[in-house]
C-alpha cells in the first residue's frame, strides 16, 4: 500500500489564490521530504528539499516566495503556490526517503493544479 | 551532458513481447539504482531496487546494473497492456542526498 499520501490529488482555483499540497509519510519519519513538478510528458523536475525543523533548499530557477514549503513535523510536509497564476497549473508530487526500508524514495500520488 | 540518458520512446510492442528498458550514467558515484512505473497522472511507483552490480529479478520483471559500462536496465517478461506506462530509471550516490531521475520511456504494449 501507499507509503506516502498527498492532497489534494486535483485542484482548480482562480489566478490569484493560494493553493496548499499536503504530503504525508504514512507509517514512517521523514526528515527530508522533496517536492517535484511535472509537465505533460516530461521528466520530474526537483523543486526544492524540504526539511523537518529547517528552511527548505529550493533547485536554481525555483522562486521561494512562490512556492512556500513547511516540514513542521517529521511526517507532513506542505508546498502552498502563492498567488497562483496559469503558468503554475502542473502536476506536483512529493517524495520522502523511508529510513526503515534502505532508504528508498517513495513517491505520492500527485496533484494536478489548474489555474484558470 | 546528462549524468543519466533515458531514450524517451514512445516504445511499442506487443502484448507477450520481452521488454527491454535502458539508461545509461555518467557519474561513477552512483550506487543505488531504481527503476519507477508512472501511470499518467499517477505518482512513480518503485519497481526495482538495486545496489551495485549485478541482477536482480522480481516477477516478469529483472534488473540489471552493468557498473563498468555505466549501463542499466530493466526487462518485463510476458509484456501486459496494463504494463503500458512510463519507466523512469533513478540512481543515488552512496549516503547521496538526491536522486537523479531518467527522462523516462513511455511504453505502449498493444493487445
Known amino acids: 500500500g501507499a507509503v506516502v499520501s498527498q492532497h489534494p490529488s486535483r485542484v482548480i482555483c482562480k489566478s490569484g489564490t493560494s493553493v496548499k499540497i499536503e504530503c504525508r509519510s504514512l507509517d514512517f519519519q521523514a526528515t527530508t521530504m522533496f517536492w517535484y513538478r511535472q509537465f505533460p510528458k516530461q521528466s520530474l523536475m526537483l523543486m526544492a528539499t524540504?526539511?523537518?525543523?529547517?528552511?527548505?533548499?529550493?533547485e536554481q530557477g525555483v522562486e521561494k516566495d512562490k512556492f512556500l514549503i513547511n516540514h513542521a513535523s517529521l511526517t507532513l510536509s506542505t508546498l502552498t503556490v502563492t498567488s497562483a497564476h496559469p503558468e503554475d497549473s502542473s502536476f506536483y508530487i512529493c517524495?520522502?526517503?523511508?529510513?526503515?526500508?534502505?532508504?528508498?524514495?517513495?513517491f505520492g500520488s500527485g496533484t494536478q493544479l489548474s489555474v484558470l | 551532458q546528462k549524468e543519466v540518458e533515458q531514450d524517451p520512446g514512445p516504445l511499442s510492442v506487443p502484448e507477450g513481447a520481452i521488454v527491454s528498458l535502458n539508461c545509461t550514467y555518467s557519474n561513477s558515484a552512483f550506487q543505488y539504482f531504481m527503476w519507477y512505473r508512472q501511470y499518467s497522472r499517477k505518482g512513480p511507483e518503485l519497481l526495482m531496487y538495486t545496489y551495485s552490480s549485478g541482477n536482480k529479478e522480481d516477477g516478469r520483471f529483472t534488473a540489471q546494473v552493468d557498473k563498468s559500462s555505466k549501463y542499466i536496465s530493466l526487462f518485463i517478461r510476458d509484456s501486459q497492456p496494463s504494463d503500458s506506462a512510463t519507466y523512469l530509471c533513478a540512481m543515488t550516490t552512496t549516503g547521496g542526498f538526491k536522486t537523479i531521475f531518467g527522462a523516462g520511456t513511455r511504453l505502449f504494449v498493444k493487445a
Open positions: 517524495s520522502a526517503r523511508d529510513p526503515s526500508r534502505d532508504e528508498k524514495l517513495f
Open positions: 524540504s526539511n523537518e525543523g529547517s528552511k527548505a533548499t529550493y
